[in-house]
């Protein structure tokens, strides 16, 4: 994930302009959405309709959390 290509303010079309600035595959259902929430763990963003606008960027990732009991 080269999170270079993104900063603060940027938006993106879709998902998959998202995926293109950050050199990662695109995914589909389930893998999707683990891959939103890793996402959320280095940068904010929010969903407007299908627009993605990016929020911040850390400069530290937020620690991941195991919701397994």
């Not at 589909?28 to 963003?45: P, T």
């Not at 969903?47 to 959390?65: A, F, L, M």
């Amino acid at each position: 994930m080269n999170l270079n290509n993104i900063k603060p303010g940027d938006e993106y079309k879709n998902y998959k302009y998202l995926c293109d600035a950050l050199s990662v595959e695109c995914k589909s259902g389930n893998q999707k959405k683990a891959q939103l929430n890793e996402w959320e763990r280095h940068f904010s963003f929010v969903k407007i309709g299908h627009r993605i606008k990016i929020k911040e960027v850390y400069s530290q990732p937020r620690p991941k959390t195991d919701r397994r009991t």
